[in-house]
């Protein structure tokens, strides 16, 4: 089992920043690849990007490529991957969950395990 936490969730305005942070315990090897999602109101979850355990590998979606900057922190027993979203829109209002394994599935990208998420809200 992978337990996941996020936080940094709040109100920006538009063209603002945020920083997501999701701490991750459990087992280990389920969170070598770990990203981001995104619920907005009255839409399906959406991909936002994912990071591999040795930063070698990371992908973002079109619509927050060149915004949004995902890492990690695998350090002194650290597992923490977090987002930076900047120029941020009133389009990227919405839930966004933290996820450990991380994969792409029959059209889109998938995860099995989910964080609780945590709402960011960009006003105009």
């Known amino acids: 089992q992978v337990q996941l936490v996020e936080s940094g969730g709040g109100l920006v305005q538009a063209g603002g920043s945020l920083r997501l942070s999701c701490a991750a315990s459990?087992?280990?090897?389920?969170?070598?690849?770990m990203g981001w999602f995104r619920q907005a109101p009255g839409k399906e979850r959406e991909f936002v990007s994912l990071?591999?355990?040795?930063?070698?590998?990371?992908?973002?979606a079109d619509s927050v490529k060149d915004r949004f900057t995902i890492s990690r922190d695998n350090d002194n027993a650290k597992n923490t991957v977090y987002l930076n979203m900047n120029s941020l829109k009133p389009e990227d209002t919405a839930v966004y969950y933290c996820?450990?394994?991380?994969?792409?599935?029959?059209?889109?990208?998938?995860?099995?395990?989910w964080g609780q998420g945590t709402q960011v809200t960009v006003s105009s």
């Open positions: 996820a450990a394994d991380v994969s792409y599935g029959y059209r889109d990208y998938t995860a099995r395990y």
């Open positions: 459990g087992r280990t090897l389920s969170t070598i690849v």
């Open positions: 990071i591999r355990w040795s930063n070698s590998g990371i992908v973002y």
